[in-house]
């Protein structure tokens, strides 16, 4: 079971949501499973500080959601399919959200996906270098 | 007897269900995707069956972090489209069978796999955009729909091999159920992407053609390969492909391809799409050899 998460490890850019992370960020996930009724999200947008004080997040957690740090946030145990929920509140596309993990402007990752998408050379293993 | 008569595979995009939705399947970005599914639609026209497995993957909305079921079955009368933080697809209701998917669940369950039993659940575009993808917007589905979630969010999910061996118990299901019904299984997700982190955007060609080509002809093979090399190869969320093997699983060993269509991109994703058949069906008219 050790050598199954520690393979993942070796992948660059790339974080597994497994049971571990998914206890690390079980409140963060569900305070963005929350965001899925009406009613939540406009609170959420009137006040992001006092909405999220009614979720038991770290303070780590609460700072990234407020920054919309995507990479802190899955550092944190969130999940991506979760956190989407953020970016819909906020109006944003998913693409949106990949490239701002990613560090490109919307509009280079863009491009990038219309010319085939990010080549796996290069970015298949950390030891290897491949 | 019902009988499985064809299975579907396809990714499940969300942007592709937005572009319906909001009338932009003309816009030049989206044209050559929907042009891709044209012929699909026109098969689909022609071997509507009664009934579709829907073999697919809850994205955080019917599903939290409360519960992980590994393999569920929806077994209600209907399902509602999920609100994902956007509001519902406006696409109609999905009515299930209760009565197969109750028999499915039983003899999967007797037959050594434990399978889930949902009794109420929304769905989402996980389900909702293949729908869409293969049968345009009509104003109802024209087919009864069970709902199959796989857990491919929090890992582990299951093996590609379990996946497979799940297609076949549904097959013996289906084939032991007493009414007369026309049955397709449809597997949903991937093909390469990932969707988190600084890799995301990977797209691997090579790896998804080669995971077609192994579909069709070699799935002995294809079942063998570990969950790192889905990730290594073709990005995390490219693990949804494990779900293609449900409906591998479900048909003969020998199929026919019909129809396969690759397309990239659709927002950060590579886009497949087979139809195969089992090779000792009767072909219908108009099918090509």
Known sequence: MKDYNDAFRDIPGTTIFDAMQSRRGFHLNQFCMSLMKPENRAAFKADEAAYLARFPLTDEQREAVLARDYNRMIALGGNIYFLAKIGATDGFSFQNLASKMTGMSEEAYREMMLAGGRSPEGNRSVSKGS | ?????????????PAIGAAIDNGRTGDDYWRPLFAGFEASKAWMREHTPDVVILVYNDHASAFSLDMIPTFAIGCAESFAPADEGWGPRPVPVVQGHADLACHIAQSTILDEFDMTVVNRMDVDHGL??????????????????????????????????????????IRRAVESFDEDLDVQVWGTGGMSHQLQGPRAGLINREFDTAFLDRLVGDPAALVALPHIEYVR??????????????????????????????HVPASNTAVGHIILENDGAPRAAGDQP
């Open chain 2, 233 to 262: 190869e073709a990005g995390s969320e490219a693990i949804e492909l494990v779900m293609w093997l449900v409906m591998r699983g479900a048909l003969d060993e020998r199929v026919r391809e019909v129809r396969r269509f690759y």
């Open chain 2, 128 to 169: 909702t955009v293949p729908l869409s993808l293969m049968f345009g917007q009509p104003e109802a589905w024209p087919c009864r729909v069970i709902p199959l979630a796989v857990n491919v969010v929090q890992y582990p999910p299951p093996t590609g091999r379990r996946c497979f061996a799940l297609g076949r118990a």
């Open chain 2, 1 to 13: 007897m019902a009988r499985i008569t064809a299975g579907i595979a396809c990714s499940h995009v």
